[in-house]
């Protein structure tokens, strides 16, 4: 069973999440405030993290970036519809995705049980060379493993899923919907600026240059 913290400091907000979390078979801890949550987060990590942005002590963007420094595990936020900037800076920080509220408990549950697939360890296959190499970046879509120059780079399991799309299609202009469906799983449209955002933190990683905007289309995978 997959436990789930739940950061949100509006009491009823708060309990009717818990509530459809159980519902869909989820354990799931909860804080109403900032330092409350990262106490719990550091006591015993869970599987994915729901942080409402606007927590008291320590904000939810804060309280994601925290949480990206010190684990890989997704992180979710909880948005008000008036406070665009907050999210993108919350993606900037480190999270994964977010829900704008008020939320249907439905839509919820899909993001969370996106998060939790991408999160999931690969299949293993026998040891063998499938290093895909495009200039000093080389990938491994078997290891999952990312260098560049040599040295071994930390990406996020978004960061590695959009690597993994990019590489798999190098030199193809793979638009923004098609990005959000294969590597969020969106079967709706969904939020574009989520998947600018990571290109964004996987460009600073593997190289600026690396991954070409196509204005009006998408990104491309130069190489």
Known sequence: MHEILL???????REATRLTLEGHGY????????????????????????????LPGLNGVSLAGRI?????????LLSARNDPVDVVMGLEAGADDYV??????????????????????AETS???????????LAFCPVTLEVRRDGRLLALTTTELKLLREFTAAAGT?????LLLERVWDYAWSGDTRV???HVQRLRA???????????????????
């Open 173 to 177: 202009v793979l638009t923004r919907d």
């Open 68 to 76: 990206r420094e010190e684990s890989g595990v997704p992180v979710l």
């Open 100 to 121: 704008t509220k008020p939320f249907d408990g439905s839509v919820l549950v899909a993001r969370i049980r996106s998060l939790l697939r991408r999160a999931a360890p």
């Open 195 to 197: 998947v600018d955002v």
């Open 7 to 13: 950061v949100e400091d509006d009491e009823m907000i």
């Open 126 to 136: 026998p040891a063998r060379d499938d290093t895909l190499r495009f200039g000093d």
């Open 205 to 223: 990683k593997i190289g600026r240059d690396r991954i070409e905007t196509v204005r009006g289309f998408g990104y491309k995978l130069v190489g």
């Open 27 to 54: 354990r799931v801890r909860t804080a109403a405030d900032g330092v409350a949550g990262l106490a719990m987060f550091r006591a015993s990590p869970p599987d994915a993290a729901v942080l409402d942005i606007m």
